[in-house]
């Protein structure tokens, strides 16, 4: 039932920005906090940014920390990520994700019941 669906993803150019969304639906959305990671080829799923469930507190990765910005539409369930300034080590697949307890969004990948499916970012220099 727990649904989390990505779009937004593309090629783009270094430099340049794009925005990510998550729709999220089968679970009360608004009382979980939740993440965006990423995996590229060969390497770790890295959590990279979270927000609170009211989208009030939000932590950011150093990898990411003053590009990106994750956002939150709880009335319409849907969670954001705006990427800016992007590096062609930001190339990976991206996820949203929801954690098993819904205020625990600081922990590894294991911590986490609901992925997305994912969606591509490639970004080239």
């Known amino acids: 039932q727990v649904q989390l669906v990505e779009s937004g993803g593309g090629s783009v150019q270094a430099g340049e920005s794009r925005r990510l969304s998550c729709a999220a639906s089968?679970?009360?959305?608004?009382?979980?906090?939740m993440a965006w990671f990423r995996q590229a080829p060969g390497q770790e799923r890295e959590r990279f940014a979270t927000?609170?469930?009211?989208?009030?507190?939000?932590y950011y990765a150093d990898s990411v920390k003053g590009r990106f910005t994750i956002s939150r539409d709880n009335p319409h369930r849907t969670l954001y990520l705006q990427m800016n300034s992007l590096k062609p080590e930001d190339t990976a697949m991206y996820y949203c994700?929801?954690?098993?307890?819904?205020?625990?969004?600081?922990?590894?990948?294991?911590?986490?019941?609901?992925w997305g499916q994912g969606t591509q970012v490639t970004v080239s220099s």
């Open positions: 994700a929801r954690p098993t307890t819904m205020f625990r969004c600081l922990g590894s990948p294991s911590e986490y019941s609901n």
């Open positions: 089968g679970f009360p959305y608004s009382n979980y906090c």
């Open positions: 927000i609170s469930s009211g989208g009030g507190m939000t």
